[in-house]
């Protein structure tokens, strides 16, 4: 099965910030990587799919790039309410993987 | 809109079988092009893929549990439904079942509030 690792696992940042979170996905999985987001006790919500196309809803503050191996899922100008858990989502091949997750703080 | 709402015992014992049913409302299971799937969540750590169904019963299962888990789907209801049998401490988790588009379009769009299950005697 295709292994993703995230980093970094968490990360304190202040509102405004550009933030960046990491995929690398163990083989190649072209542009089949997905973002979510999650808040505590809320289930997972999308935010990117297909590495770049901000799915339906999604602030544009919100964007995905990368192919292959290699995933960025970045956060313009930081807000409070984006303090959540990460995760990235490979579906290129079965069984689908999940990243471990970044868990953002806010300052 | 379409809404999904996971059911089902919050108490398992040990050994025993966890069933959950996944009610889909605001429209129909069969529309489009849908699969249907079945995450998890321990307290605190991450997310692990349990499997997927589509409308026509065609299955795929995570690997890891594959030898304890059966996906099923009831058109007439509405719903479709996990079981996992010979549970230990170890499958105690939020459950959420959530929909795949399907045709080009391989991810979880839209997701239930997730159901916890404590196995415990």
């Known amino acids: 099965e295709i292994v993703l690792t995230q980093s970094p696992d968490f990360q304190s940042v202040t509102p405004k910030e550009k933030v960046t979170i990491t995929c690398r996905a163990s083989?190649?999985?072209?542009?089949?990587l997905h973002w979510y987001q999650q808040k505590p006790d809320q289930s997972p919500r999308l935010l990117i799919k297909?590495?770049?196309q901000s799915f339906s809803g999604v602030p544009s503050r919100f964007s995905g790039s990368g192919s292959g191996t290699d995933f960025t899922l970045t956060i313009n100008s930081l807000e409070a309410e984006d303090a959540a858990t990460y995760y990235c989502?490979?579906?290129?091949?079965?069984?689908?993987?999940f990243g471990q997750g970044t868990k953002l703080e806010i300052k | 809109q379409v809404q999904l709402q996971e059911s089902g015992p919050g108490l398992v014992k040990p050994s025993q079988t966890l069933s959950l049913t996944c009610t889909v409302s605001?429209?129909?299971?069969?529309?489009?092009?849908?699969?249907w799937g079945w995450i998890r969540q321990p307290a605190g750590k991450g997310l692990e893929y349990i499997g997927r169904?589509?409308?026509?019963?065609?299955?795929n299962y995570n690997p890891s549990l594959k030898s304890r888990v059966t996906i099923s789907v009831d058109t007439s209801k509405n719903q479709f439904s996990l079981k996992l049998s010979s549970v230990t401490a170890a499958d105690t988790a939020v459950y959420y079942c959530?929909?795949?588009?399907?045709?080009?379009?391989?991810?979880?769009?839209?997701w239930g509030r997730g159901t916890l299950v404590t196995v415990s005697s």
């Open positions: 959530a929909r795949i588009p399907g045709g080009s379009y391989w991810y979880f769009d839209l």
């Open positions: 083989q190649s999985i072209g542009s089949s």
């Open positions: 169904i589509s409308t026509s019963g065609s299955t």
């Open positions: 297909y590495a770049s």
């Open positions: 605001g429209g129909s299971i069969n529309s489009g092009s849908y699969y």
């Open positions: 989502l490979q579906s290129y091949s079965l069984p689908y993987t």
